[in-house]
């Protein structure tokens, strides 16, 4: 295709998502689960045809050479795919945030006034590689009455067609609006240009990918992004760390599963407890089969390859972890707010000060007191399934559910008060 027969396709996704987001506004909540519960049961009943498509993409994945853990990311099951369905449900369940009442108050003049929650209105998601984004973006959007238009990855388009076909005929049957889900169904680079040039029709963008694609929505963009950056998590194990604690946390939030946003990239140690401490967290990795790129100080204690300074900066999203020692709780703030991507930060201590220290040093979305990073996900929030974790501070932070989705409006009723 064409860049010109690129765009005038995608404005016309954006034209249809703009009408359907008035007709999405005006469903009741019982309709909106109605219709989602009928989703996850068309996603169950066309298995076999999202895992076949599936299983082209990887065969694609493999032969371009895309590396294990992004393999990991894109590769479906029955499992999974049921998993997806019962997401699905998940988000039927929970509460519906639109038409809720924030504040109200009355005026002097008796003009009462309401802050209520009401729909974003047309939602772009551009993602790249697991394909269960593809529900999770759609079907969260939907909830909260946002129309969306997703651009998946060429990585994952058979995968991603055949979950947006199967919640399109499941919500269609049960009453959802046409046009209300859309899925770009071409991978032509300039499709991503084209969404960024759609303000008229689109009111926000949501990227979640690498740096590289966020970057580039960033710069081309002409309406607001929320962007999801690197996550280059840390976890500082402070001189009052219980070391049983300090290992399990580290382990779980490293190795439980490697390539993901919130798994831990970097280990601080303080200096205090670095050779009573660190000799048994670095055994316990290399169980795990994680490489260790050590500072200095670190490498006098344990074996680890020298690390350099663009590794403190890196997320790695494999088995690889730099670890530096610090000789302060200061010390390792200023670390991570110079060197992080403001996503997730643990402190492992028994030190309550020392925790509310951290707490309220570190510049970043989630902060944890002796809970691993791989926590960070709005599913372990109770938010349900989330359409990811914002390093923003305007106007949603961390993971993003129901409620980072809407907007507000004032409500205001009255008998004829005037200005005059």
């Known amino acids: 295709m064409t860049d010109a027969e690129v765009f005038s396709a995608v404005e016309t996704l954006a034209r249809n998502a703009r009408a359907a987001a008035h007709r999405l506004s005006q469903l009741s909540t019982e309709q909106k689960n109605a219709i989602l519960l009928a989703m996850a049961k068309e996603l169950r009943a066309r298995t076999p045809e999202i895992l076949a498509a599936n299983a082209l993409d990887l065969e694609a994945g493999e032969a371009k050479g895309l590396s294990k853990p992004m393999l990991e990311r894109l590769k479906l099951d029955a499992k999974k795919v049921d998993a997806i369905a019962g997401g699905i449900e998940q988000v039927a369940a929970l509460p519906d945030p639109v038409g809720q009442v924030m504040?109200?108050?009355?005026?002097?003049?008796?003009?009462?006034?309401?802050?209520?929650r009401v729909p974003i209105g047309t939602i772009g998601i551009i993602f790249e590689s697991r394909p269960n984004v593809t529900s999770d973006a759609a079907v969260l959007c939907f909830k909260t009455g946002n129309a969306t238009i997703l651009r998946g990855g060429s990585e994952a388009i058979h995968s991603n067609r055949a979950i947006a076909a199967a919640l399109q005929t499941g919500g269609e049957a049960a009453g959802l609006p046409e046009h209300s889900i859309q899925l770009v169904p071409f991978t032509?680079?300039?499709?991503?240009?084209?969404?960024?040039?759609?303000?008229?029709?689109?009111d926000l963008i949501i990227?979640?990918?690498?740096?590289?694609?966020?970057?580039?929505?960033?710069?081309?963009?002409?309406?607001?992004?929320?962007?999801?950056y690197d996550g280059i998590c840390h976890l500082f194990v402070d001189k009052a760390a219980d070391l049983d604690m300090a290992i399990k946390l580290t382990v779980d939030s490293k190795t439980q599963k490697t390539?993901?946003?919130?798994?831990?990239?970097?280990?601080?140690v303080h200096a205090a407890v670095a050779e009573s401490h660190l000799p048994a967290i670095a055994a316990a990795l290399r169980e795990k089969g994680v490489e260790l790129r050590g500072c200095e100080r670190t490498r006098a204690i344990i074996d680890a390859v020298p690390a350099t300074e663009e590794d403190w900066e890196t997320e790695y999203l494999d088995l690889i972890l730099s670890v530096k020692i610090v000789d302060s709780l200061e010390e390792a703030v200023e670390h991570i707010n110079a060197h992080g991507s403001h996503h997730t930060e643990c402190i492992v201590t028994a030190d309550d000060a020392a925790a509310n220290a951290f707490l309220s040093g570190c510049d970043s979305a989630c902060v944890f007191h002796n809970v691993s990073t791989r926590l960070a996900d709005g599913e372990e929030f109770g938010f349900g399934a989330e359409i990811g974790i914002s390093t923003d501070k305007l106007h949603a932070r961390g993971p993003m559910g129901l409620r980072e989705l809407t907007s507000y409006q004032y409500r205001v009723r009255g008998e004829g008060q005037t200005k005059g």
């Open 103 to 116: 504040e109200e108050w009355t005026r002097p003049n008796g003009m009462r006034l309401q802050q209520v």
């Open 188 to 202: 032509d680079r300039s499709s991503v240009s084209a969404l960024c040039q759609m303000d008229k029709w689109l």
């Open 207 to 228: 990227p979640r990918g690498g740096k590289g694609l966020i970057e580039t929505v960033v710069s081309q963009a002409r309406m607001p992004v929320i962007k999801h």
């Open 259 to 268: 390539g993901v946003c919130n798994a831990l990239e970097t280990l601080l």
